[in-house]
T-cell receptor
Framework: ETGVTQSPTHLIKTRGQQVTLRCSSQ?????VSWYQQALGQGPQFIFQ???????GRGNFPPRFSGLQFPNYSSELNVNALELDDSALYLC?????????????FGEGSRLTVL | SQQGEEDPQALSIQEGENATMNCSYK?????LQWYRQNSGRGLVHLIL?????REKHSGRLRVTLDTSKKSSSLLITASRAADTASYFC????????????FGQGTRLTINP
């Protein structure tokens, strides 16, 4: 049990639609990052938020955006969905930025784009 | 893009045997971590080894790191059916974002 919860667990969208995925971190975990994991692949870093500001981004287009809230919750928004966006989206948190320790992952949200 | 490669991509052994998985990476690192994932669910942290360490143990897990060869190995001793999962190595290069860069994983199956 990592203390990180994600919703929804599964969802189906059609191409061109928009989706919002949600994550709730442990109290005190003020750094949250999002990863995309395609089937059969390792997770890929999308971006990281610290104190409600984005402080790192992977190779993802601007239609992937995020928000972090003071209550340790966060959102991943994806606009103009494409078929290749079908994947497991993982939220992960850690207590402090700058520490190089472990990440605590949620169970993920599996997105299918038709 | 993935940082490196894991070898083998799939491994099937009998319960009680030892399982060894290897990971190679491309750039300088601050630390390397191993994670476990059951059947497309969330990842669970197993062990972290820093760039100035060569070997680390945690229960039935043994991790080695060779920074000159940019490689690491994970050994699981006395395997159990419950060890069946995918195992990923992930590197941290340092810098502000502290992002993890994952390999493609090894799918481990333990046969009873």
């Amino acid at each position: 049990e990592t203390g990180v919860t994600q919703s929804p667990t599964h969802l189906i969208k059609t191409r061109g639609q928009q989706v919002t995925l949600r994550c709730s971190s442990q109290s005190g975990h003020n750094t949250v990052s999002w990863y995309q994991q395609a089937l059969g692949q390792g997770p890929q870093f999308i971006f990281q938020y610290y104190r409600e500001e984005e402080n790192g981004r992977g190779n993802f287009p601007p239609r992937f955006s995020g928000l972090q809230f003071p209550n340790y919750s966060s959102e991943l928004n994806v606009n103009a969905l494409e078929l290749d966006d079908s994947a497991l989206y993982l939220c992960a948190s850690r207590p402090l930025p700058g520490r190089t320790g472990e990440l605590f992952f949620g169970e993920g949200s599996r997105l299918t784009v038709l | 893009s993935q940082q490196g490669e894991e070898d083998p991509q799939a491994l099937s052994i009998q319960e009680g045997e030892n399982a060894t998985m290897n990971c190679s990476y491309k750039t300088s690192i601050n630390n390397l971590q191993w994670y476990r994932q059951n059947s497309g669910r969330g990842l669970v942290h197993l062990i972290l080894i820093r760039s100035n360490e060569r070997e680390k143990h945690s229960g039935r897990l043994r991790v080695t790191l060779d920074t000159s060869k940019k490689s690491s190995s994970l050994l699981i001793t006395a395997s159990r059916a419950a060890d069946t999962a995918s195992y990923f190595c992930a590197t941290v290069a340092g810098g502000g974002a502290q992002k993890l860069v994952f390999g493609q994983g090894t799918r481990l199956t333990i046969n009873p």
